[in-house]
């Protein structure tokens, strides 16, 4: 901070331009810092543009989560706020639909694991309502008859993640963001324990701080030491849409089923994910995961069968050893994590977003992302460096 208050003219290097590089890009970029965004292909098409853009923190805790489950709430929380802001700045809407969200059971086992997770969720305080397979349909009149129970959620919501992606790159060169697509970065710039800049196939830049926002590549980013590299893996969801009538859907809320989940949009497309496959960086689109997407949805909404396809496609989903984001700073003076969100990037993009950059422009960090350093995969305690 200067004398006046005011944050320091920092010179910010981001590597990867999803919705959590472009986030932080364009909070660093309001505070005046000199920020620059290195993504390897065209910003936000890789696991931002393949999402669903689901808000659900209450719906995916599960046991083992309620750690995450608190950073997953907080974000939530905001994203009201942030939408609204994002919406001034850009221009251009995101379409945060707070509908809410509905779970359903398609038959008595279903209905048993349902009521399992619906008393464990409870049980942490996540507000959910239990129907009956009558109560259900009332909510969605065109889900299969023998719909056997459900569970809403009214805090779970959605936001359209592909317009999201062009507001937050509207957003942050707007405030005199510098982006640089197709520019992949060669290696980290690492001397004496500090970072100081990136290097490009063709030419090296200068950065006070590197934030690692590469998704499901961030882990392949060479000149890291192998105690500094979060581990980091793809992990495939193949997903399809199918066009909707707009002006009758036959679905309004996202629906959760036992096995694919569907996000109705604005625009008459219903989203349907997604699988989750150990495959390395392989984007085939297969007979089998289509098949999969296809009868889980027929399964619980018949209808879907008259509905054309509008779009197959898979992503990369960032997962780090424990389903966790990496949030902090390490071991390595000036490199910030902003990675492994796995499936919860579009969720956690204003959390992300604002206290990584609230630590590069205050050195504060924020209790909420403290659970989330990479020193948690070290074996040992990894100081967070926090300047003062």
Known sequence: MDGQGKPKKSRIAI?????????????????????????????????????????????????????????????????????????????????????????????????????????????????????????????????????????FCADDHQVENRKLVRALRAAFLAAGGILHEHTPVASLDIEGGAVKGVQLADRRVAADVVVLAAGAWSGEIAGLPQAARPPIRPIKGQMLALRMDPAAPLLRHVVWTPRVYLVPRDDG???????????????????????????????????????????IWA??????????PVLGPGEIDGLVYATGHHRNGILLTPVTANAVADYILTGALAEVIRPFSIARFAGAKIAAREKT
């Open 15 to 151: 590597i990867g331009g999803g919705v959590i590089g472009l986030g932080i890009g364009w909070r660093l970029a309001q505070a005046g810092c000199a920020v620059e965004i290195f993504e390897r292909g065209e910003a936000g098409k890789g696991a931002s543009w393949a999402a669903a853009g689901m808000l659900a923190a209450g719906v995916e805790t599960e046991p083992g989560e309620l750690g995450l489950h608190a950073l997953n709430r907080a974000s939530q929380l905001s994203w009201p706020g942030f939408a609204a802001e994002l919406e001034a700045v850009s221009g251009q809407s995101v379409d945060l639909r707070r509908d809410g969200t509905l779970m359903v059971a398609l038959n008595r086992d279903d209905a048993a694991q349902l009521r399992h997770t619906y008393d464990f969720q409870r049980e942490h305080g996540i507000e959910l309502e239990w129907l009956s397979g009558a109560q259900t349909r009332a909510r969605e009149g065109f889900l299969h008859p023998n719909i056997a129970a459900g569970v």
């Open 269 to 311: 497309r219903l989203i349907v994910g997604a699988t989750t496959e150990e495959r390395g960086f392989d984007a085939s689109l297969t007979a089998g995961g289509v098949m999969v997407l296809l009868e889980g949805a027929w399964r619980a909404v018949p209808g879907i069968e008259e509905l054309a396809i509008d779009e």
């Open 315 to 324: 992503g990369f989903r960032p997962g780090s050893r424990d389903d966790a």
